[in-house]
DNA sequence: GTATTCTTGAGCAATTTGCTCTACTATGGC
DNA sequence: GCCATAGTAGAGCAAATTGCTCAAGAATAC
């Protein structure tokens, strides 16, 4: 019931690629300075993510990574399935436990199951959008209080 | 973003006390064997329950365990919290990874903030009682439908 | 006092986390 | 075609966590 450091800094380098949205490649290396990442780490984490169909990109001079879809669809949701596996247990539920009593056992398993359902439905209420929405009212603000 | 197998069987030990509730302590024994925890396992987990003030225990011949309050105050995020620990990162934010931009890292800290108050009230919605209750519902109409 | 039941903490293999490093591949510009 | 610039792939690795087991001890009912 965590997040790892690969959802922190998975979603870091997102939300920098959707403050770029549309303004081309940026370079692996770039992400990392900015936002604090290991770039080896960095390099490993945009591989998991094009493979997972949120970036792509572009090798040679001027190549980089960019969003592969706009920032109003991407969620919370795609970010952290994409780089820590499904949410909760496996697929459905913890087949590798040992059972017990079955009416107890299906009703957990259930429980833990609408729970997953809720806490999608969660994530998948914020989009990378929304993040930049939020910066630029906040950048907003500070200027006029100050 | 899991439940390791600590929060799978200490729910499943809690639903256990629950539905005997105020018949007195049940044994760590009976607890394993019902619900297929292995029973060293168990024991630690009913220890860690202990301590986070959800169940009492006795020793001695007929001595065990029993839920510390009644089953309609004792939520899902009592469990989760006592056995894996505080949800999603440390307290508030993970210190323990190296900052970005001050701007976008205070702006991913607080997501991950909302986010966690978001999931606490989730798993606070639903209680052990309300487990017991759909476990008789569900009784029921198996009875009304054989 | 003795059988019963919880308590504490050590120990341990297997897995996961959080990285690093090396080698390779693709591409743009000259 | 050459070469500098990026991304790609995967091995490797120390440290932490998971999912247990086990042995020794302490409390209590009878
Ligand atoms: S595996 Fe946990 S209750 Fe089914
Ligand atoms: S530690 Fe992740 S954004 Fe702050």
Not at 106 to 123: F, G, K, N, Y
């Amino acid at each position: 019931m965590r997040i790892s450091s690969k959802g922190d800094y998975g979603l870091r380098a997102l939300f920098d690629l959707a403050q770029r949205y549309g303004k081309g490649p940026v370079q692996s290396e770039d992400i990392a300075r900015r936002q604090g990442i290991p770039i080896n780490y960095l390099n490993q984490l945009l591989i998991t993510m094009r493979r997972a169909g949120l970036i792509e990109s572009l090798r040679g001079p001027q190549g980089g990574h960019m969003l592969a879809r706009s920032p109003e669809t991407i969620t919370l949701r795609d970010v952290l399935i994409a780089l820590e596996g499904p949410l909760l247990p496996g697929d459905g539920t913890r087949e590798d436990l040992i059972p017990g009593v079955p009416e107890d056992h299906d009703l957990i398993d259930e429980v833990w199951s609408e729970l997953r359902a809720q806490i999608e439905t969660l994530l998948s209420r914020t989009t990378l959008d929304d993040l930049c929405q939020r910066k630029r009212q906040r950048a907003g603000s500070v200027m006029y209080y100050i």
